[in-house]
């Protein structure tokens, strides 16, 4: 440090063209003093004789800050103890090892490798745990700073008071530093310059806790490469990453395993055991929020009373209240308040109507739609509100908020009775007229519903084939099931029963039983609170076909006779014919299933319907090829079935008919012809998507295989099958092709010998 301020003191003087002489004379410092401070012999350099030397030496601003800071560094070693700031951390810490490895690999690049003061920017939501994760890896990493550490606590989102001034931290860490008050310049600029003087070169760590803006942060930060800097904050700090490569680590909610540790950390192993759905509910209700998990267990240590049942019951029933304190630094909303305090009027309403979205989460088009906004309006303040730690975006690009900043926006930020339901009618019809046109890309033949007028602030996405419409429904299956409920809570009954139709060919696809009946059980509800015979017809209808997958057979007769009443109420020949058709897949009697196949292809003729009738044609050969009936009269209704759909382009209906054809051709001998049949039907299924037929046609193609002797090719299509099954849940199919596959491994063992 002498060094530097006695360089800086005779590089000026020559810049000057002065003597040593000629600068005590111009100045009125003695020549001695000037020498003393050359050589470094004075160690201790007053400041007025220092603004007396600037002065002569006519210095810029700029220079003058640079020569008094250069002239602190040059006093006499003191007797400041290291500073050593950092609190205790909180206890007890759990977890969080892959964090702290990366705030490892982060820190490493400080050891003097890196070309610039080494900073993390750790951002995550309040309460999420980033103050505990940054003290955890400071302490533990301590002793590789020998120079000492340094803590602020910047106060951004502090519940009771106003964000720090950076100044004030700068003059902190100046008098941890033991620079004497009367050696500290004036202006903050000149300040900040002492700081990074008296830091360069030092070995020293400085945590800077609850940042509110990168504005706040610049001015603390180090100018030397042998420091390194750790940034809590709500904020992503995007100007520090930027503008000082920081290296950002976002902190997210404990997983299960780690809430549950911290529970036992701070309850003991012994409560914990004694019951655990309690502590699941308590886990799954506190969402991985360290902050809401604490706060419980500090209910429970200090209520040993309580079971954490009831713990968990409260937690149910009122969230916020029950996580609130008096103290706002242990009270999760406080900390929220703090949060949403930071954000402007807009930003606000926007967080509140996510709030209410249906769902999990949401896409950035679904977003636009609920906030009436464009695309561009829409993303930029989502950025907000993520830079915020309020929403999250994942990899795909899908917007998520936890479920307690979820109840709490609700609250505190819920719209306008108005407001609520036009925007909540936006995402309804949103996903309505998106998850129609892909059930019309899914099945072109099938006949459309008619739907409201879209509203314009409504942008749905184009899908342009198949493939596209089975990810748009995988991607959002779970937030129009939530779509379904929320106009069932608004007694938007249109829309409720309009969501089941566009989802029943995904859900048959994809082998959704259960949520096919329970979408259908709703719809029926809803279709019957309107005027709408036709709704009501279609709604018992499909209801059925959901009770018929499930094998529920009464309840399916009672859905299906209900259509069936209706449509002949109305004299509908279709709409019967409709019904017809579904009973015929009821009853294991094969005599009656074909009965009303056959009095379905009646009603369907004369109709011009040519996909329904070749429908009835494909059931009425199925339902004779299941009763051996003549072999003539069952392929010749499937090939009429198999022309019409070619005729019409109707893919779906090909595949079934080729199944139909391949099974045919099995039970009469032509054991070649069912192979090839049903191997066209398993390529049409894979192009549709449609695993659920597919894995049908696999376990139907293994008997032909298993009659030629290609045992091989056979356990190769019983395993694809029994593998689907499995993975729609379909365990009693899976059974019955493993028990098929076992009986083929015992024969051909037979066949082999010993």
């Known amino acids: 440090m002498g060094d530097h301020f006695a360089a800086a003191i005779r590089r000026f003087r020559l810049r000057a063209g002065l003597t040593q002489e000629a600068l005590a004379e111009r100045s009125g410092v003695s020549v001695s003093t000037i020498r003393g401070m050359e050589t470094g012999r004075r160690r201790n350099p007053q400041l007025a004789s220092v603004r007396q030397l600037a002065a002569a030496l006519e210095l810029r601003s700029v220079e003058l800050d640079t020569l008094l800071a250069a002239a602190a560094g040059a006093a006499e070693p003191s007797t400041v103890p290291v500073p050593r700031q950092l609190p205790a951390p909180p206890a007890p810490f759990v977890g969080r090892l892959e964090e702290l490895d990366l705030l490892d690999a982060a820190m490493r690049a400080g050891s003097g490798e890196a070309p610039n003061v080494v900073v993390a920017a750790i951002a995550g939501a309040g309460g999420v745990g980033k103050s505990w994760l940054a003290l955890h890896w400071a302490h533990r990493n301590a002793d590789r700073y020998p ?177 609130e304190d008096a103290d706002p630094a242990a009270s999760l909303p406080a900390v929220l308040s703090s949060s949403h305090r930071a954000l402007t009027d807009g930003e606000a309403e926007v967080l509140g109507l996510l709030a209410i979205a249906p769902g999990p989460d949401t896409s950035l088009r679904a977003a636009a739609s609920l906030i009436g906004r464009d695309l561009s309006r829409t993303r930029a303040v989502l950025r907000r509100l993520e830079q915020a730690s309020l929403i999250s975006r994942d990899a795909a690009g899908r917007y998520r908020m936890h479920d307690l900043i979820r109840r709490y926006a609700t609250t505190a930020h819920a719209p306008a009775d108005d407001a609520r339901s036009t925007a909540l009618r936006r995402a309804l019809a949103y996903y309505t007229h998106t998850a129609h046109a892909a059930a019309r890309l899914l099945d072109s033949h099938r006949e459309p519903i008619e739907l409201g007028p879209l509203d314009p602030g409504c942008l749905p996405p184009a899908l342009p084939d198949i493939p596209a419409a089975m990810d748009w429904f995988d991607t959002e299956h779970r937030n129009l099931l939530a779509a379904q409920r929320t106009a069932v809570t608004h007694a938007w009954h249109g829309t409720s029963w309009q969501l089941a139709w566009t989802l029943n060919d995904y859900h048959y696809r994809r082998g959704h039983r259960q949520d096919q009946l329970a979408v259908w059980r709703i719809a029926v509800d809803s279709a019957c609170r309107l005027p709408d015979p036709g709704a009501q017809i279609l709604t018992h209808r499909l209801l059925g076909r959901a009770h018929v997958v499930l094998g529920h057979h009464q309840e399916a007769i009672d859905a299906l006779n209900q259509a069936l009443a209706l449509s002949e109420q109305q004299n509908d020949r279709a709409l019967q014919a409709q019904a017809h058709y579904t009973l015929a897949s009821i009853w294991p009697d094969g005599r009656r299933a074909l009965e009303h196949a056959r009095r379905a292809l009646d009603l369907y003729r004369g109709l011009d319907q040519p996909i329904a009738e070749a429908n009835a044609l494909n059931a009425v050969g199925w339902y004779a090829a299941l009763l051996g009936e003549a072999d003539d009269t069952a392929r010749r209704h499937c090939q009429a079935a198999l022309a019409l759909y070619r005729h019409h382009r109707d893919v779906n209906g090909q595949a079934q008919t080729l199944d139909s054809l391949g099974y045919i051709d099995h039970h009469s001998g032509r054991h070649l012809d069912a192979v090839e049949h049903y191997r066209q039907a398993i390529g049409l299924y894979r192009d549709l998507d449609n695993l659920y037929e597919a894995a049908d046609t696999l376990e139907r193609l293994g008997h032909p ?42 024969d051909r063992s037979r066949v082999d010998g010993p």
């Not at 699941?280 to 200090?302: Q, Y």
């Not at 099958?721 to 076992?742: H, I, K, P």
Request: hydrophobic share 45%.
């Open 147 to 323: 120079d000492g550490q340094l803590f602020v606590d910047l106060r951004g989102f502090s519940p009771d008071s106003d964000p720090m001034d950076p100044a004030v931290a700068v003059r902190g860490f100046l008098d941890a530093l033991g620079v004497e008050p009367d050696r500290i310049p004036v202006a903050p600029h000149a300040q900040e310059a002492l700081f990074r003087s008296l830091m360069a070169d030092k070995q020293m760590l400085l945590l800077l806790d609850n940042a509110v803006d990168t504005a706040q942060v610049t001015p603390l930060l180090p100018g030397s490469d042998s420091c390194v800097v750790a940034v809590t904050s709500r904020n992503r700090l995007s100007g520090l990453i930027t503008g000082h490569g920081a290296h950002l680590l976002s902190v997210d909610t404990l997983p299960d395993t780690e809430a549950r540790a911290l529970l036992v950390a701070r309850l003991g192993a012994a409560r914990i055991e004694a019951e655990p759905a309690a502590v699941g509910e308590l886990i799954r209700l506190c969402g991985g929020f360290p902050l809401a998990l604490s706060i419980m267990a500090g209910r429970a240590h200090t209520h040993p009373h309580l079971s954490l049942a009831e713990l968990a019951d409260e937690l149910r029933d009122d969230a916020l209240d029950v996580l």
């Open 705 to 746: 295989y298993v009659a030629l002797c290609r045992h091989d090719r056979a356990r190769e299509v019983w395993l694809e099958a029994r593998d689907l099954y499995r993975r729609q849940g379909r365990d009693q199919e899976a059974e019955e092709v493993q028990r098929q596959l076992d009986r083929l491994s015992v």
